[in-house]
């Protein structure tokens, strides 16, 4: 199989698909890698590692697509990229469908095989999600400690205080991979941190492993409530795989929230699970809603490219390099895990939540559309 790996196009996205090592995999087991000129750059990857790594240096992205039998990316294709879609072409990356009606169409019209990383599910897990969710959650710990500050708009508080100052109160919503990653930078930070959700379990094993460090509280609108009008510091990390977002905190909420406090939502790309969320980028993060600063970059990992790629590479190329030797119908039959992944497929959706958030008709036959 012939395998893309384009540049990214998104603001401010440095990150790509594919490490060096992971192109000589591919290589080493039959297959031939197309890497668009400079696609590395930004994560530290040379032309010249690739090349070494067996890869095919192609300078135009349209040759790149046109060529690829599968194009494996990292964020969701911009609307600039459509016109490269085809019917018969794979494409592998995150895609947060439920939030993004333009791509939808246009994945559905152009006959593309579309899998997502987001719902590639073993068990409750989401394991192509779960390192770019850990380097999200304690990526928000990191910037709104620095929105925090006076210069960035900031009520001028230090996340963990001094001797005889009270530390930043830091709220997580969302007890997953995102909001325990947060947590922990939190109260390595030396923040006064609560964390809720609705899973006691999941509660009950954090607060084990932090031994009262942790304060856990059973999410619900109240809760809620109490905890963020008292919050310096809000962190969103709420999913529901291939859904929508709900929207936990209204305008009128943030609205008696202490003056200067910071929201980082991790969930925008899902829709953000706060009422004012839109997605920003890395050159323009924040804005203002009442008195408080929201963040809602909507490829934070994009700013930590060297570390992000890497760990994504490490968890996609066994999937990656089903998708090529077993060819999409062999690998999507044979494990149920990646075929959790697939969105759309031939014209139609074939992931329920896709179809729900967008009222579409959910085809259960994949095999048929491939």
């Known amino acids: 199989m012939i395998i893309g790996v384009p540049e990214e196009v998104k603001n401010n996205e440095f990150r790509v698909s594919m490490t060096a090592p992971g192109v000589h995999e591919l290589v080493r087991n039959g297959h031939t890698v197309l890497v668009q000129n400079g696609a590395g750059v930004g994560s530290g990857i040379t032309d010249v590692e690739y090349v070494a790594a067996g890869a095919e240096i192609v300078v135009d992205a349209a040759e790149l697509w046109a060529r690829s039998d599968m194009v494996v990316k990292v964020k969701e294709p911009v609307s600039s990229e459509y016109v490269h879609f085809r019917k018969g072409l794979v494409l592998f990356t995150y895609l947060h469908l439920a939030a ?25 897990t989401l394991p192509l999600l779960a390192p770019m969710s850990a380097v999200a959650g304690r990526l928000s710990v990191q910037v709104g400690a620095q929105y925090l500050t006076a210069p960035f708009g900031g009520k001028g508080m230090l996340l963990g205080g001094v001797p005889g100052v009270r530390p930043a109160n830091v709220a997580i919503l969302g007890a997953g991979v995102s909001g325990t990653h947060a ?7 030396g923040a006064d941190v609560t964390i809720m959700d609705i899973n006691i379990a999941r509660l009950q094993e954090l607060d084990d ?43 009128e909420l943030v609205s008696r929230m202490l003056p200067g406090s910071v929201l980082v939502d991790i969930a925008v790309d899902q829709g953000g699970c ?31 490219p060297n570390t992000s790629t890497y760990a994504l590479t490490n968890v996609t190329l066994r999937y990656t390099l089903a998708l090529a030797s077993l060819g999409v119908r062999g690998a999507l039959g044979s494990d149920p895990v990646l075929l959790a992944g697939l969105n759309v497929a031939g014209g139609s959706v074939t992931h329920h939540s896709v ?10 036959d994949w095999k048929s559309l491939i």
């Not at 947590?183 to 930070?189: L, S």
């Not at 809603?289 to 934070?300: K, P």
Request: hydrophobic content about 45%; some cysteine.
């Open 355 to 364: 179809a729900t958030a967008h009222g579409l008709v959910l085809s259960h």
């Open 183 to 189: 947590a922990a930078m939190a109260i390595g930070a």
């Open 209 to 251: 492993h932090y031994q009262g460090r942790l304060k856990t509280v059973a999410s619900n609108a109240f809760e809620i409530e109490r905890s963020l009008v008292q919050a310096d510091l809000v962190i969103g990390s709420v999913l529901i795989p291939g859904a929508k977002t709900p929207k936990l905190v209204s305008n």
């Open 274 to 304: 706060f009422a004012d969320t839109h997605p920003t980028t890395h050159a323009d993060p924040t804005f203002k809603v009442h008195n408080s600063l929201f963040y809602c970059v909507a490829n934070m990992p994009g700013a930590v």
């Open 100 to 124: 993004e009606p333009e791509l939808t169409h246009a994945l559905l019209t152009s006959g593309v095989t579309a899998i997502a990383y987001e719902t590639v599910q073993l068990g409750n």
